[in-house]
């Protein structure tokens, strides 16, 4: 028998993936994660709209009808949601660092909000966007 395995049974010693259900600030903190990882792509698309405006009003309206096609505003919808979680996220750490917040229903509270703030500024900010254009 395994020594990763109990002498009751088949079982493995510590709990895993399959075991856990998903809890709320366990999907947040996934999505900080990913985020995360979306925003470093999402910069090069910044450093790339920067570089076609030094390079020259051809080459930046180039880059700027691709950003304007229905493909480019969803990657761009996409990252500033990203922003914005990222930094809801960010904040809810804060928080903790403070020795703040570590009850099961303010994690439970903050995590919820997090998501629910992250998608309403998006809303927000893309709404004013859109209406202001």
Do not use: C
């Not at 709320?24 to 910044?46: C, D, E, Q, W």
């Not at 660092?97 to 998006?122: E, H, N, Q, W, Y």
């Amino acid at each position: 028998m395994s020594e990763a395995r109990t002498a009751s049974g088949n079982r493995p010693l510590s709990p895993h993936l399959q075991i856990y259900r998903p809890l709320v600030n366990m999907t947040m903190s996934i999505l900080h994660r990913i985020t995360g990882a979306a925003l470093y792509f999402g910069s090069l698309l910044l450093a790339w709209w920067l570089i076609a405006a030094a390079v020259g009003p051809d080459y930046f309206n180039y880059v700027n009808a691709i950003f304007a096609s229905l493909p480019g505003k969803i990657v761009l919808f996409g990252f500033t949601w990203a922003l914005l979680h990222h930094m809801m996220g960010g904040i809810r750490h804060f928080i903790w660092d403070t020795g703040r917040g570590f009850d099961i229903p303010t994690v439970k509270m903050l995590s919820i909000m997090s998501g629910v703030v992250s998608v309403a500024a998006t809303l927000a900010i893309w709404g004013v966007v859109h209406f202001a254009g």
